[in-house]
């Protein structure tokens, strides 16, 4: 199972990358998206991947997960949310204002 959750992240991560290199303001939002979602499950299998334990310690409990990555995960998930809304509407107001949706910001005559 660490395998294929390694494969993925290395599949997430690589596809952020290379549509962060992109021109266009689309494949770069959605890029920072892959990649946020690569640094979500490397903090989630970083506390250890465990299934089937509870995330708090009892008596009863012979092993449990550790809840800290669940909250960070939990908290990045929020944050990257909010910040996604934040770019999507930052690169939608400059495509209305400079009439193409480059990155480099340079203006082409039409």
Do not use: W
Request: glycine letters at 8%.
């Amino acid at each position: 199972m660490e395998l294929l959750v390694s494969v993925i992240i290395g599949i997430l991560t690589a596809c952020g990358i290379y549509l962060s290199l992109r021109g266009r303001t689309f494949p770069v939002v959605l890029g920072l998206t892959f990649l946020s979602y690569a640094v979500n499950l490397f903090l989630l299998t970083m506390g250890r991947l465990a299934v089937g334990n509870p995330p708090i310690i009892s008596e009863n409990a012979a092993h449990y997960a550790d809840p800290l990555p669940q909250a960070l995960v939990l908290t990045a998930i929020v944050i990257s949310f909010g910040m996604t809304a934040f770019v999507i509407i930052l690169s939608l107001r400059a495509f209305l204002e400079m009439g193409n949706d480059q990155v480099d910001g340079k203006h082409k005559p039409q």
